[in-house]
């Protein structure tokens, strides 16, 4: 069954492309990009996927996948709303140049206007006073968007490109709500994928303007952490956070995490934790520490 619909959606997309449907896309400084313009999905609304393959990229050797959400930053700042960018493709490129990293491609997952929903895990609403939900009211739509990515477009991926689609080779990256869904999918999907990075999480999740509110959603998230990640030392977690901006809300909860997490007999080689005094929540930021994560996940 699975397959029949890898199989479908390979079709749909090239059709579109056929029919001349295909927008210009971002454009990468290293590698190359493949657009899917509008990948279709059973559980969410389609959206763009960019797949970044390294400028070595040989159809012969098995790459790591790393899978980052808010595609739209990651490649090219004249399609980011802020006009910053991650550099991905630099930063990755680099490090397998000078054997830092193993070999790898990523699949950018482009947000939409339910990126607040899906990045939101929803079981963590189980642990909330009634009526509650992690972020303003809204819906939680995280266990679909997950699916998603684990149901749909891995195997479409996986069937496509050369890689190793184990999970010892699978991963997920992703900074502020990004940081927090890719959080979740380690706890609901531990055999899936080998390890996530999380920067400037938001671990407060959001009720800025009731403080009470904002206290208990981010005590939930935490609990929800510290009973349903994997054992500890089966996975790779990475989190990080600075103090500008909207990170400046996160040095508290995000020290209470770190402290759970460590007490739960994580070590160094599979949890790291870093603190960046100065850095924002903003693209730039994240670009100027990319190398630490991506050698943390993908190391020799």
Not at 131 to 137: E, F, W
Not at 204 to 217: C, E, G, I, N
Not at 256 to 265: D, F, K, R
């Amino acid at each position: 069954m699975k397959t029949l619909k890898v199989i479908l959606i390979t079709i749909v997309l090239l059709s579109l492309s056929a029919c001349g449907r295909k927008p210009s896309a971002p454009s990468v400084s290293s590698g190359k990009l493949d657009s899917y313009p509008s990948f279709p999905s059973s559980y969410v609304s389609p959206r763009a996927i960019r797949v970044w393959t390294p400028s070595s990229y040989d159809p012969s050797v098995k790459y790591d996948v790393l899978y980052m959400h808010d595609g739209q930053m990651l490649f090219d700042s004249l399609f980011s709303w802020n006009h910053q960018e991650w550099g991905v493709d630099e930063a990755l490129d680099s490090l397998m140049a000078l054997g830092k990293v193993r070999p790898c491609i990523v699949v950018g997952i482009d947000n939409t206007k339910e990126r607040l929903p899906e990045y939101c895990p929803d079981d963590v609403e189980q642990l909330l006073p009634s009526g509650m939900t992690p972020y303003k009211g809204l819906p939680s739509k995280g266990n679909a968007y997950l699916k998603f990515i684990v149901e749909e477009l891995k195997p479409f991926v996986d069937s496509t490109y050369s890689t190793d689609p184990s999970r010892e080779h699978t991963f997920m990256m992703g900074s502020s709500c990004g940081g927090l869904i890719s959080s979740y999918a380690l706890c609901k999907y531990p055999d899936v994928f080998g390890g996530v990075a999380c920067l400037s999480t938001h671990c407060t999740l959001a009720y800025p303007d009731v403080k009470s509110k904002d206290a208990t959603v981010g005590d939930a998230y935490r609990e929800y952490l510290r009973t349903h990640l994997p054992p500890a030392n089966t996975a790779k977690l990475y989190m990080d956070n600075g103090d500008g901006t909207l990170d400046g809300s996160y040095v508290k909860p995000q020290n209470a995490i770190n402290e759970a997490i460590l007490s739960m007999g994580w070590d160094g080689e599979h949890f790291m934790a870093k603190y960046y005094p100065g850095h924002s929540h903003c693209e730039d930021d994240w670009r100027s520490r990319l190398d630490g994560p991506l050698e943390f996940l993908l190391s020799r």
